[in-house]
């Protein structure tokens, strides 16, 4: 999960979201649409194997403590028949791993379509298989919007932060994505993203800007966060501000690849699973005792419960709505 934006790189997204976020929803929509029969926004991870070794991500730990794990599609389109009534505002195909990976992503998407799961079908990904057949599948499948988390406008850049050489052959295979889009007239949004990492220089952000204004749909431009702390880079915009609770647990649920359903997508330690597609439905993990009490302590001012909130940073980026959520006693 990103943090969106920093001051210097405002944007506009559109209407249900934080700026520059696709994960954080503005204050007004949480207000007016949260509901205890379902979470506004799911993630599902298709699998947690990936193909790049970014040094600020906790992909490999994530590997080591759960083994590699795909989603069965069976399994899949279960999730999505419970989902199909609520209509989520967005459904993020990916967690931890790289959802291209699995082969039966365009499957997962086409069924998600037809089910009319969510207003916005979205993944994230590396892209380095973005021009594959699973790649172009998943266009002509109709996703909506997908966001290629490359990174870097320079070949030593990426080489520093994914320890892998490519960049010129990912560019390509973007771009190539992106004709093939045009040509089967799809309209699925490609954005492209870079992170405002503290060791990334001032004019490789600018010319990321200028390789891909106009080619791709949206240049990102994010914060940096720690994943609570598990990965030593400097957090983006870390001023000390008053902490409060966390809306995504308000709103949001992330289910593995292997069916554990955590609170959210930077539950990388797992510390934060509240159930599992195996034994319960979506609706009994979100009015869970579990939940609930991970949702009362916040009200508390207990940071520490599940252990991944502790150092966490993205409660900032949705905002303040303590008082709204104290008085919502059916979330508690
Ligand atoms: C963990 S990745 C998984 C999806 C896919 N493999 C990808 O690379 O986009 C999900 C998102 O988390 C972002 N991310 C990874 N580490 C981050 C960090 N330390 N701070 C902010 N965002 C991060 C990635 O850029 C990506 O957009």
Redesign the pocket.
Known sequence: ???GPTKKYYQVMNQNYVEGTLTCLKPEIVKSKITNEFPLVLNIEPTNA?N?K?Y????DKVVKNQGTNFLKIDDFKKIIDQVASHKLIMLNL??????LLHKNLPEMVEYAKKKDAAQVIH????GILINSNVGRAVIAAGIDDI???I?AAREETYYQFKKQKGLDKLEENIKRAIDYRDKISSKTMIRV?I?EFDDIKHDEIELFHKKWNGVADEVQV??????SGA?D?KVTDEETKTRYPCVLLWYMLAVNSNGDVSVC?VDWDYSGVVGNIYRQSINEIWNSKLLKNIRRAQLKEDWCNPSVCKQCVVWVSVGNLWEFLKEKREFI
């Open positions: 999960m990103g943090r990936c790049a970014c600020y991500c906790t992909h990916h967690k931890d791993g790289e959802p993944f994230n990904t590396n966001t290629i988390s990174d993203k992170m994010t914060g940096v966060h720690s994943w990965v880079v997508n």
